[in-house]
């Protein structure tokens, strides 16, 4: 708007997280701001927290410079230089959240991954887009109260369409969580560059987890599982562990897995906190890798963060 030609005060409907930039070319401009408009840059001085907030006033001087005001509400706004006066009446525009949404079940794959499938939209766009996992619990019964861990939080891929809209689709690898082959809600969320959040419906599903084939590795994923979901019942983990113990004739040759479910066992009595159990876990689930694929287990891991770490770059958008 051009001060020198404006004949009205104009009326502008505007979407809330909007920039007002006022510029000088010379002379004095001095802006008065009411309502919804505040400093688009937070002010050096520190205000006391029981002094009331001002009216958020402006003014530059000299040639080339700006103001600028963010719009977090209906506002108004005086502004006075040499080419004279206006006032700009703006009616904000709420931004609403966006919506996220399942446009199929999603599908579990051979490696034990997870391929969701999802649409996106919004008034403006979307920035980042998630995968959240929560109530984990045995199939069939109820979730978990006190579960092990940090719920799997994974990154989804933005849509195809200008601002990440539109259909898209990611691959979820959870199944070396503690976590997997429980029954857990899986909600999608995404958020625009204003911090609105959306989420699609909650789904009920059982979580992939990695197949293993050797029956002591199979025991020893299980008992994990169960310490993650479980961990005030550890006593039934120790009598499964100890119970493994009755024949150590069974690992010859190799008495490192014998030696290595002893010492398990004996942390777990003594574990005392969240992270002792943790430890434990964590120990169950190197020894499952370490029987199931012996030196290979390392070189495994490796590949899977590989094709992790290439399939979040393609999902970013890299060349």
């Known amino acids: ?19 007002l930039v006022v510029r000088a070319a010379a002379g004095d401009v001095e802006i008065v701001a009411e309502g919804g408009l505040t400093a688009a840059t937070p002010a050096k001085a520190a205000a006391r927290p029981d002094a009331p907030e001002p009216a958020p006033k402006a003014s530059t001087a000299g040639s080339n410079t700006e103001t600028r005001l963010k719009l977090t509400g209906d506002a108004r706004a005086a502004i006075v230089g040499p080419a004279g006066r206006t ?17 199929e079940p999603p599908q ?41 861990g940090e719920p799997p939080r994974t990154p989804l891929a933005l849509g195809p369409n200008p601002g990440g809209l539109g259909e898209a689709q990611s691959i ?25 959040v959306g989420r699609s419906e909650t789904v009920r599903l059982v979580l992939p987890q990695r197949a293993f084939v050797k029956p002591l590795a ?8 169960k310490l993650a979901l479980a961990p005030d019942d550890k006593g039934r983990v120790v009598s499964a562990i100890e119970a493994l113990l009755v024949a150590p004739e069974k690992f010859d040759p190799d ?8 010492i398990a066992a004996r942390r777990l009595v003594r574990a005392r906190s969240n992270a002792d159990l943790l430890d434990v876990a964590d120990l169950l689930w190197e020894m499952a890798l370490r029987i199931e694929y012996g030196d290979l287990s390392q070189a495994e891991r490796d590949l899977r963060a590989a ?4 399939r979040e770059a393609l999902q970013r958008g890299a060349p």
């Open 1 to 19: 708007l051009d001060l020198a030609s404006a004949n009205a005060n104009p009326r502008i409907e505007a979407p809330i997280g909007s920039i």
């Open 87 to 103: 006032r700009l009446d703006i009616a904000a525009i709420a931004d609403r959240p966006p919506t996220i949404g399942l446009r």
């Open 108 to 148: 579990r794959n051979h490696r034990g991954s997870l391929t969701v499938l999802y649409r996106l939209d919004d008034d403006y766009g979307v920035v980042s887009a998630e995968a959240h996992v929560s109530h984990p619990g045995l199939e069939g019964q109820l979730p978990s109260r006190r579960p092990l």
């Open 172 to 196: 979820a690898d959870l199944a070396d969580h503690p976590w997997g082959g429980a029954e857990v809600d899986l909600t999608l969320t995404a958020a625009d560059d204003a911090g609105n």
């Open 218 to 225: 199979r025991a020893l994923v299980e008992q994990r599982r």
């Open 255 to 262: 008495a490192a897995h014998y030696l290595g479910l002893r």
């Open 307 to 310: 094709q992790q770490a290439l």
